[in-house]
């Protein structure tokens, strides 16, 4: 049967043979289990329930318990071979000292108040391999939540309206009940201090292109009146948070950022996605394996033929990416690691404005692209005032990122460029007369 890692005290066997001043070396757990405890009263309740069913996991193992006094649980953690760790009172500080003090491969969350069945954890440890961040859900389809009828609808609310307004398609955002990958908190810059770590972390998770899921679960609070007073916490913590979230949601750098402005609630937005979509396609079609240069996270990515490879220089743009079962390379347009003539077709796409015209990237899409082959080359056209008003009232909008076009071409710039580069101007789409895409022939 496994055991857990004691971090108390290691067997004095194991500390035979060792020289003055060295010690032992511990393998690290697999597994983590952090636990804010705000009622010490469960704790000795908890344990036993939670050992068992770490057991049946067959897992190495670490319990901490986070706690502002721990006199008041030292004794049943020692008992129960836990760590009791003293942190600070406000629960989002609390977490952030212990996401940092667990060793784990995996951190698993859970509260000490007997609402989080420990029998749920095999659940939980089931579904790691298919998403980064699991979490246990009442309000997913099969889950269930036994609270008052206040508590239930402020709770439903709030979720609703951090899901809806920041595109997250998770139904419990505030639930504590987690299994994270310990590597997206160890990357994460989490600045919360009281309940909205919970959507923070999820919204941060999110935008750095990991994969979030759901599973259900039933939750029964042990002590209603004392979680009346939590919820309007959270939802206080949640309300002041949710400005911040919403500007990293509406980020370009975010992961899903292309993805889902295909779906966009703004029609504008919608159907410029949609077009860019449809013109690619178009353009793309019929000419065998494609490199697509600055991919992003766009839709495109799924409908290129089989063979074809998307690059980007953001890891977290081919980590959302995945999903489009492509094959996926993070590099730099500056310097792309293929040979020369090695894609019968090149895609570039919203990539060139944004970076200074004197670099080597035009150079590159010509130089990977085999002779007889078809270049598509997308970016705004500035010699049309209808980009250059859209582009003044999209500066408006909070997140807009008009200012990351530091190079403006215009259609017979781009015209004169690549033919000075030894292509051939085939044929040419516009969306709004804003975005020009054209596709150029390379000369055998």
């Known amino acids: 049967m496994p055991t857990p890692i004691n971090a108390v005290s290691v067997a004095s066997s194991s500390l035979a043979g060792l020289g003055a001043g060295q010690l032992p070396t511990l393998p690290p757990p697999d597994l983590s289990v952090v636990i804010p405890v705000t009622d010490a009263g469960s704790v000795d309740v908890l344990l036993p329930q939670l050992r068992a069913a770490l057991a049946r996991l067959e897992v190495k193992f670490e319990i901490l318990l986070l706690a502002t006094d721990i006199s008041t649980i ?25 996401f940092v003090e667990a060793a784990g491969e995996y951190v698993l969350t859970m509260d000490a108040d007997l609402s989080h069945p420990p029998e749920v954890i095999e659940q939980l440890w089931s579904h790691r391999m298919q998403a980064d961040l699991t979490i246990a859900s009442r309000y997913a389809p099969g889950g269930r939540a036994d609270m008052s009828a206040i508590r239930y609808a402020c ?35 989490i600045t919360s201090r009281d309940y909205d770590i919970l959507q923070q972390v999820v919204v941060q998770a999110y935008a750095e292109g990991w994969v979030v899921q759901e599973v259900p679960f ?18 206080l913590s949640w309300l002041r948070t949710f400005g911040a979230l919403w500007l990293l949601r509406n980020s370009i750098l975010a992961a899903d950022y292309d993805d889902r402005a295909h779906d966009s609630r703004i029609p504008l937005q919608r159907y410029w996605q949609r077009s860019r979509h449809a013109f690619v396609n178009e353009l793309v079609a019929g000419q065998g394996p494609v490199l697509d240069i600055g991919c992003g996270s766009s839709r495109i990515i799924g409908d290129l033929p089989r063979g074809s490879v998307a690059v980007d220089i953001l890891q977290r743009k081919l980590r959302y990416a995945k999903r489009f079962r492509r094959s996926l390379v993070r590099a730099s347009g500056f310097a792309l690691p293929f040979r020369d003539a090695s894609f019968p077709c090149v895609l570039c796409s919203q990539v060139i404005e944004h970076v200074p015209k004197e670099s080597p990237i035009l150079g590159e899409l010509c130089r990977v692209l085999a ?52 292509l051939r101007f085939e044929e040419e789409r516009y969306i709004l007369k804003g975005e020009l895409i054209q596709a150029y022939r390379k000369q055998i």
């Open 74 to 98: 030292e004794q049943v953690a020692t008992a129960h071979h836990a760590r009791a760790i003293d942190v600070p009172a406000a629960y989002g500080l609390a977490l952030r000292r212990g």
């Open 218 to 235: 039933a939750y029964r609070p042990r002590r209603r009146a004392r979680l009346e007073r939590r919820g309007v916490q959270v939802g």
């Open 155 to 189: 709770s439903r609310i709030l979720n609703a309206v951090f899901s809806h307004g920041l595109d997250i398609p998770i139904s419990d955002l505030s639930s504590g009940f987690r299994l994270y990958r310990a590597r997206i908190l160890r990357e994460q810059h």
């Open 371 to 422: 002779p007889g082959g078809r270049l598509v080359l997308g970016t705004p056209d500035y010699a049309n005032w209808q980009w250059v008003y859209i582009e003044k009232l999209y500066g408006l909008v909070p997140g807009g990122y008009k200012d990351e076009h530091i190079s403006h071409y215009t259609n017979s710039e781009l015209r004169r460029i690549m033919g000075e580069r030894g």
